[in-house]
């Protein structure tokens, strides 16, 4: 697992066995679960990563220029599929 108490600015890499969760902005990239474990997750106080992986499975943010909410969020696997929603 990794935890980060503070930003993770653009260009930054993690990439974890486990979870990742940023205390602060989450703008790099992040690879959780990177031996394939499915039920890991990632969390942010605000989650607007370049791309991010969660096992096997690989998601971007869109290409309109989408800022993200001013939210904790948390993002992980459901059905094969990147799920993210409030983390409240």
Known sequence: ?????GDVNPGAELFAKGNIVVMGALKGF???GLDGEDDAFVTANRLQPTQLRIGTVISRPPDDGFEGVEYPE??????????????V
């Open 74 to 87: 948390i993002a992980y696997l459901k059905d094969g599929h990147i799920v993210i929603e409030p983390n």
């Open 1 to 5: 697992n990794i935890v980060i108490l």
């Open 30 to 32: 992040a690879h959780a």
